[in-house]
């Protein structure tokens, strides 16, 4: 079992940049595809980005992309993902998440962290 946690939410102005990290408990966290999701208050969880196992492919949802980037450090057992350019519609709760396999959808993510608070004023 893979423990996620994850740091680095806050409160951010429209135009700024967060870095959200993700730690994971194992060292067979090299053998995991992660995740970032999004859930805002009243809709359904989202995808956002992820990233396979060695970091060579990644897929992002056309609402972040070119603004977010997700990247790993198996050495240390870390995925980040880098929000530059934040807008309004971005608050929401993110959660990373480990699966066998890279994939947009959130059924064949395993492992989940608690989630991390993004909020950004206009």
């Known amino acids: 079992q893979v423990q996620l946690v994850e740091s680095g939410g806050g409160l951010v102005q429209a135009g700024g940049s967060l870095r959200l990290s993700c730690a994971g408990s194992?060292?067979?966290?090299?053998?995991?595809?992660m995740g970032w999701f999004r859930q805002a208050p009243g809709k359904e969880r989202e995808f956002v980005a992820a990233?396979?196992?060695?970091?060579?492919?990644?897929y992002y949802a056309d609402s972040v992309k070119g603004r977010f980037t997700i990247s790993r450090d198996n050495a240390k057992n870390t995925v980040y993902l880098q929000m530059n350019s934040l807008k309004p519609e971005d608050t929401a709760v993110y959660y990373c998440?480990?699966?066998?396999?890279?994939?947009?959808?959130?059924?064949?993510?395993?492992?989940w962290g608690q989630g991390t608070q993004v909020t950004v004023s206009s």
């Open positions: 194992r060292h067979t966290f090299s053998n995991y595809a």
């Open positions: 998440a480990a699966a066998a396999f890279i994939s947009i959808s959130n059924s064949d993510y395993a492992y």
């Open positions: 990233i396979s196992w060695s970091g060579g492919t990644t």
